[in-house]
């Protein structure tokens, strides 16, 4: 999945796309996989509508 971090750091996904963005427009962009703890954490913070139209983490 593409996402977006908060910072250069890449600790803390703030976003997720279906795909690339423009850096410019977006930075700090990166890809994970629904094995991700970071992508877990994202998922978990978002409303039950919205999870429903992302992949769940996987363990």
């Known amino acids: 999945m593409f996402v977006q971090f908060s910072d250069a750091t890449s600790v803390k996904i703030v976003a997720c796309f279906s795909c690339a963005q423009d850096a410019a427009v977006f930075p700090n962009q990166g890809e994970v ?3 991700d703890e970071r992508w877990a954490t994202y998922y978990a913070s978002l ?3 919205a999870q429903a ?3 769940a983490p996987q363990s």
């Open 33 to 35: 996989d629904e094995g």
């Open 47 to 49: 409303p039950e509508m």
């Open 53 to 55: 139209s992302l992949p």
